[in-house]
C-alpha cells in the first residue's frame, strides 16, 4: 500500500457548514465552499464553464455526467459523497439509464462536515475499495454540501498499491450541465494519464498499437459512428483512435497519443486543455452532412499533411455517397431543436441538409471556438442559435415559429404535446442514432417525418379531451372546482417567508 496515505495529515475543523443542505442556494453553496477553500476549483469551473446571463441552464444535477462515465469504464470504482437524497437520485438514474454496476457511499452528518471526520471517512473507503485484482482506479465524488465544505480531495493519495486515485468536486453550483461533468472526469483522468506517460512506460491497448496516424474523437458518440469515421479515414492512410470519455484506463494512454484530436462535442474544455498540453491539434466540428464532412476531412487531412490527391479522392467519393444519401431521405416540415448533449448544432446541420426548415438551436452548453464553424454555418442559413439556452427560450421558440415537429428535452416536449404538436426527446430518440458520414445522412428522415406525420393523431386526441380542463381543473369533475383567490395570495406569502429563510441560510441539511 502507498505510503502517503498513512502520513498524510489529515485536514483540520472545517467551516461550519451544519446547516448548509442542497436546497440552501447556489449563492449561499458557492460562498461557503470559497471561504472553505474551494476558490482556486470553481474559478477554473467558471473558466472553463461559463454559464452565462441567467445563471444556468434547467438541468439535471451535473454529477449525473461524471458518474455515467465512470460506470461505464471497467475495473473503475466510483465513490459518491453527497447528501443521501443526492446520491438517491443519481444512482437511481444511472441504473434507470443501464449501469449494471454498484456505487460507493460515503455518508456524511454534521459532525463529521464541521470535524472534518468526513475526509477521513472519504479516505477509508478509498482504502478499503483499492484492490489491484479488482479495479485500475478509483474515482471519487464530492456532491455540493461536501464540496461546500471544503473537503480536500486533493490530499487522497494518488494511488494504492498501483490503483489510482482521482478525486474531483462536482457541485450544482459550480458546473453548469451534467454533459460538462463528463468533461470534468475525463480531464482529469487524462491529466493523470499524461503524468504517467512522462514518467514511463504505460499499457498498450487492448487491440494493439495503430501503425497508422490516428485521431483520437473527442465526444460521446453512437457506438457505428467511429467505425463510420474510420472507413472514411482509412484511404488518407489514417485511422480513427479511441473516443473520449473512454471505457477502460488504458485509452486514455491511446488517446493522448493521437495524431490529432477531433473535438466532436466542442465543450470539452478539460479534456482539450490536457490534449493541447500533451502537443495534439484540435480540430473542431464533425463529418456530418455534406458541407460538414466536407470541411471536417479537408481540415483532418491538412492538419496531418495527406497528399492532396488522396485528400480530394476521399473527399469527392464521400461527397457522392452522402449528396445520394441526402436525396433519398428528405425531411418535410418546419423544426425547433433543443438538448442539453453537445451534439445539438451538428445535427441542426444534418437536418438542414436533409431539407428540414429549421428555424431554432438551443444548446445548454457554451459557446466554444471548437463550435464557431457550425455555429457561423447556421447561422449563414438563418437558424437563430441559442448558447446556454434556458428552457423558457426553447418554449418561446416554439411558440413564435409554430413548428411542425419540437425536438427538445423533456418539459420542452411536454409543453409541445400539450400543444398538439408532435415532438421527440432529443437525447434518446434523436442523438443516440448514427450521424457521421453516409450512414448519417439518412439516418434521421424516417423517424422525423413519421413523427410529423403523427399531428393528426394529436388533433384528434385534443379534440377528444376538449373541455376536460387544465391545472386546477384537470379531469372529470362533477362540480368544476371554484378559484380561491385570497387563499392562494395566503399560501404564496407563506412560500415566499420560506424561501427566504432558506436564502438566509436558515434551513437544515437533507
Not at 495527406?306 to 433519398?328: Q, T, W
Not at 413523427?451 to 394529436?458: L, V, Y
Given at each position: 500500500?502507498?505510503?502517503?496515505?498513512?502520513?498524510?495529515?489529515?485536514?483540520?475543523?472545517?467551516?461550519d457548514t451544519s446547516g448548509l443542505g442542497c436546497h440552501a442556494?447556489?449563492?449561499t453553496l458557492e460562498a461557503a465552499a470559497r471561504a472553505a477553500g474551494k476558490?482556486?476549483?470553481?474559478?477554473?469551473?467558471?473558466?472553463?464553464?461559463p454559464k452565462g446571463p441567467h445563471d444556468q441552464p434547467q438541468s439535471?444535477?451535473?454529477?449525473?455526467?461524471?458518474?455515467?462515465?465512470?460506470?461505464?469504464?471497467?475495473?473503475?470504482?466510483?465513490?459518491?459523497s453527497g447528501s443521501a437524497c443526492c446520491v438517491y437520485g443519481l444512482t437511481f438514474t444511472s441504473h434507470f439509464y443501464g449501469a449494471k454496476r454498484s456505487v460507493g457511499y460515503v455518508p456524511f452528518s454534521s459532525e463529521t462536515l464541521v470535524t472534518g471526520k468526513l475526509y477521513e471517512d472519504i479516505r477509508d473507503a478509498v482504502r478499503e475499495v483499492a484492490k489491484p485484482e479488482d479495479y485500475d482506479a478509483v474515482i471519487v465524488t464530492s456532491l455540493c454540501v461536501p464540496t461546500a465544505s471544503g473537503v480536500p480531495l486533493q490530499m487522497l493519495p494518488k494511488e494504492i498499491d498501483g490503483v489510482r486515485i482521482v478525486g474531483i468536486d462536482v457541485p450544482g453550483f459550480g458546473i453548469p450541465t451534467h454533459a460538462e461533468a463528463k468533461d470534468v472526469l475525463s480531464g482529469a483522468m487524462l491529466k493523470y494519464a499524461r503524468q504517467e506517460v512522462l514518467s514511463g512506460p504505460v499499457q498498450a491497448p487492448r487491440a494493439g498499437v495503430e501503425d497508422r496516424p490516428t485521431v483520437t474523437l473527442l465526444g460521446e458518440v453512437f457506438p457505428a459512428d467511429p467505425v463510420i469515421i474510420g472507413r472514411m479515414l482509412a484511404p488518407m492512410g489514417l485511422a480513427a483512435g479511441p473516443?473520449?470519455?473512454?471505457?477502460?484506463?488504458?485509452?486514455?494512454?491511446?488517446?493522448?497519443?493521437?495524431d490529432v484530436v477531433a473535438a466532436i462535442h466542442p465543450f470539452y474544455t478539460a479534456s482539450i486543455r490536457e490534449f493541447q498540453e500533451a502537443g495534439r491539434a484540435i480540430v473542431g466540428s464533425a463529418p456530418v452532412g455534406l458541407d460538414g464532412t466536407d470541411a471536417w476531412l479537408s481540415a483532418i487531412a491538412?492538419?496531418?499533411?495527406?497528399?492532396?490527391?488522396?485528400?480530394?479522392?476521399?473527399?469527392?467519393?464521400?461527397?457522392?455517397?452522402?449528396?445520394?444519401?441526402?436525396?433519398?431521405?428528405?425531411?418535410?416540415?418546419?423544426?425547433?431543436?433543443?438538448?442539453?448533449?453537445?451534439?445539438?448544432?451538428?445535427?441542426?446541420r444534418l437536418l438542414i441538409e436533409s431539407g428540414a426548415d429549421l428555424r431554432y438551436v438551443g444548446t445548454a452548453c457554451p459557446k466554444t471556438p471548437w463550435s464557431a464553424a457550425d455555429a457561423q454555418w447556421l447561422a449563414d442559413k438563418g437558424v437563430h442559435v441559442q448558447f446556454r439556452a434556458s428552457l423558457e427560450q426553447d418554449l418561446a421558440a416554439f411558440q413564435e415559429f409554430q413548428p411542425d415537429l419540437v425536438i427538445g428535452t423533456t418539459p420542452v416536449v411536454q409543453a409541445a404535446k400539450e400543444a398538439s404538436i408532435p415532438a421527440l426527446y432529443f437525447t434518446n430518440l434523436i442523438s443516440a442514432r448514427p450521424l457521421m458520414g453516409p450512414a448519417g445522412a439518412g439516418s434521421l428522415a424516417q423517424v422525423i417525418n413519421a413523427?410529423?406525420?403523427?399531428?393528426?393523431?394529436?388533433d384528434r386526441m385534443s379534440a377528444f379531451f376538449e373541455g376536460v380542463g387544465t391545472g386546477d381543473t384537470a379531469g372529470v369533475w362533477r362540480d368544476t372546482p371554484v378559484e380561491r383567490p385570497a387563499f392562494r395570495k395566503k399560501y404564496a406569502a407563506k412560500t415566499r417567508i420560506s424561501k427566504n429563510a432558506v436564502d438566509a441560510g436558515?434551513?437544515?441539511g437533507c
Open positions: 500500500m502507498s505510503d502517503d496515505i498513512h502520513t498524510a495529515e489529515p485536514p483540520g475543523p472545517a467551516a442556494g447556489a449563492e476558490s482556486e476549483t470553481l474559478d477554473q469551473y467558471a473558466r472553463d464553464y439535471m444535477c451535473p454529477a449525473f455526467g461524471s458518474l455515467r462515465v465512470g460506470l461505464r469504464m471497467r475495473r473503475v470504482a466510483t465513490l459518491l473516443v473520449v470519455p473512454v471505457r477502460e484506463w488504458r485509452e486514455l494512454y491511446a488517446a493522448l497519443d493521437g491538412d492538419t496531418l499533411n495527406v497528399a492532396p490527391e488522396a485528400r480530394d479522392g476521399v473527399r469527392n467519393a464521400m461527397r457522392g455517397a452522402i449528396a445520394g444519401a441526402l436525396s433519398e431521405n428528405r425531411i418535410k416540415g418546419r423544426i425547433t431543436l433543443s438538448g442539453y448533449e453537445g451534439s445539438e448544432l451538428i445535427v441542426a413523427a410529423i406525420a403523427n399531428k393528426p393523431r394529436f436558515e434551513a437544515v
